[in-house]
Nanobody
Framework: QVQLVASGGGLVQAGGSLRLSCAAS????????MGWYRQAPGKQRELVAF???????RYADSVKGRFTISRDNAKNTVYLQMNSLKPEDTAVYYC??????????WGQGTQVTVSS
């Protein structure tokens, strides 16, 4: 089992920045990749970014060049640095971990609100 605790959401003006954190505990060695998803009201949950155990990253087109995902293996924590935020980035952001057995784990959501 893997437990994920997300933090760092909040209210920010357009053009501002926020950093989300996701701390993992439990069966850390089973994790292949970690990432962030988001879900806006009335929309489906979508992938924002993920990072693999070897450091490969992938981003949604809508956040490329503005968001950066990183990981601190010593702290078992993944970060999402979000810059140049736009109102359309407003959503609940969820941390995700994918195990070597392709099992998904989810953290609690953290609200990000970007005002125009």
């Amino acid at each position: 089992q893997v437990q994920l605790v997300a933090s760092g959401g909040g209210l920010v003006q357009a053009g501002g920045s926020l950093r989300l954190s996701c701390a993992a505990s439990g069966s850390i060695s089973s994790i292949n990749a970690m990432g962030w998803y988001r879900q806006a009201p009335g929309k489906q949950r979508e992938l924002v970014a993920f990072i693999t155990s070897v450091g490969s990253t992938r981003y949604a087109d809508s956040v490329k060049g503005r968001f950066t995902i990183s990981r601190d293996n010593a702290k078992n924590t993944v970060y999402l640095q979000m810059n140049s935020l736009k109102p359309e980035d407003t959503a609940v952001y969820y941390c995700n971990a994918l195990s070597s057995r392709y099992q998904d784990y989810w953290g609690q959501g953290t609200q990000v609100t970007v005002s125009s």
